[in-house]
């Protein structure tokens, strides 16, 4: 049944001739529609939201009106390639990105990293250490922009090849299809996000610059998923200050190597008032059902939400959400499990060239590893960067998360509890417009209750970027 469910999401992923995703009639309107899924919509998005989810919705809701692929949050984007690197053409001899809709725009990245890692397994007692190079190249399709209509296609493969380790050499495929189709008042979007990962590190289009910061924590090592999520949002406009939004989400996560993989599908239902231009209120629900492979019992889940959007001043921006969840499930005499949801975003930019934010979220997500077990993840993450002499950009991220596990059948008991926490400092120089080089350093540490999923890892990387 599974293999049904990526089949149809593949399909999806490559044939959608126009994707769309949907943004209301302003920044603040499209940014409510965009995260209509709220907390639900990260939930199902588990294993791979982690704390990367967190900040695409939080960057959606801050600057919905741009189309380039959200990548400033918790983890920070040192000397980042933005729009302004995509080419368009429609005028006579072509020239750098217009301001003008409906161009077609393109953009190629290539990044080179050589990294020593000491525990390239994430394992708690056997740790292998070794000499890895990544290439990354980055393709970028798009037309239109802004929050007109649009269509663009993302696509970042990765080549990683290991010094000692050659069975560990690997390739990965990053794919989004997003746009939106816009009509008087209603707005239609989706969005069609694939990942075929192999490796250690739960990777997406949200952390390419952070890679190694998002360690498949739930399996504790190296393994092969293959992940599709399908976003389907409306927004209608009801007055000049009321819009109703709604949303379809399903989302798979196929393992393959006899782990649990699982689908999620929900929708949700909301009623947003815009109180003034700089803040906006949204009321509503959301259902779903988990389908979890045997012996592991199916579930589902509620939830009532509130969320808020608010721009403080120029510089800073605010984002809220946070409800109650409850959650059935289909083998367990338990009854109801209530939990609280939510998920916090913050951007400040004190003076020009610097640039903080902070993410948090908690969510329930199923076990890929242990039978009979979902866990209650709750994370933080802060990014900080700033710009020096023109050319040269220091960050430093970090990030701690707390996942509790909980059993999901009749009888069976459930008592680990992780503890992880990373750190990332990096210095990148732009030598170029076009080249920057840099250089970074990792710690991640989980501590678990487990001895099966507890380690420590370092990684001292090398990196290099060219823009065509």
């Known amino acids: 049944m599974r293999s049904q469910f990526c089949l149809v999401h593949a399909v999806l992923a490559l044939s959608v001739p126009f994707s769309l995703i949907s943004f209301g ?12 899924s709220n907390t639900a919509w990260h939930q199902a998005a588990a294993p791979l939201a982690d704390v990367v989810l967190a900040t695409e919705l939080s960057m959606n809701y801050i600057d919905a009106a741009s189309t380039s692929t959200p990548t400033v949050g918790p983890f920070v984007q040192i000397n980042p390639a933005t729009d302004s690197n ?23 990245n290539l990044a080179i990293r050589g990294v020593y890692d000491d525990n390239i397994n994430i394992s708690p007692t056997n740790r292998v250490s070794d000499y890895y190079f990544s290439i990354e190249p980055s393709l970028t399709l798009g037309f239109g922009g802004g929050d007109e209509n649009f269509v663009r296609l993302d696509y970042h493969p990765s080549v990683f090849l290991f010094v000692d380790h050659s069975e560990d050499d690997a390739v990965q495929h990053l794919i989004r299809l997003a746009g939106q189709y816009r009509f008087s008042r209603l707005t239609l979007g989706l969005t069609e996000d694939v990942a075929l990962l192999d490796g250690a590190d739960l990777n997406s289009l949200s952390n390419v610059n952070s890679p190694g910061s998002h360690a498949n924590l739930d399996v504790g090592g190296r393994t092969r998923l293959n992940s599709f999520g399908t976003h389907l949002t409306a927004s209608y406009d009801l007055s000049g200050k009321t819009f109703l939004s709604g949303g379809v989400d399903s989302t798979v996560y196929d393992y393959q190597q006899n782990l649990i993989s699982s689908e999620t599908i929900s929708g949700n239902l909301f009623f947003n008032y815009v109180y003034s231009p700089k803040l906006t209120v949204g009321l509503g629900g959301t259902a779903g059902y988990d389908l979890v492979d045997d012996p592991n019992p199916d579930q589902t889940f509620e939830q009532a939400n509130a969320r808020m959007s608010y721009q403080v001043t120029g510089k800073i921006s605010v984002t809220a959400s946070g409800g109650v969840e409850v959650r059935q499930s289909s083998d367990s005499s338990s009854g109801n499990r209530v939990s609280p949801v939510f998920e916090i975003g913050a951007s400040y930019q004190p003076f020009d060239g610097t640039s903080i934010s902070l993410s948090a979220n908690r969510q329930i997500l199923n076990s890929a590893v242990l039978l009979g077990q979902d866990y209650t993840t709750t994370n933080i993450t802060i990014g900080v960067r700033q710009r020096l002499l023109q050319r040269i950009y220091v960050g430093l991220s970090a990030g701690y998360e707390n996942s509790s596990y909980f059993s999901t059948v009749t009888g069976a008991s459930a008592s680990r509890d992780d503890n992880y926490y990373y750190i990332e400092p990096g210095v990148d120089v732009t030598i170029t417009r076009f080249w920057t080089v840099g250089a970074y350093y990792l710690h991640r540490q989980n501590d678990s209750s487990s001895p099966l999923f507890g380690f420590y890892d370092n990684q001292v990387g090398f990196r290099t970027a060219l823009t065509f």
């Open 25 to 36: 009639q302003d920044a603040v309107r499209s940014a409510l529609t965009n995260a209509d």
């Open 86 to 108: 995509l080419h368009s053409f429609g005028s006579a001899g072509g020239s750098e990105v217009s301001a003008e809709p409906r161009r077609f725009q393109y953009g190629l």
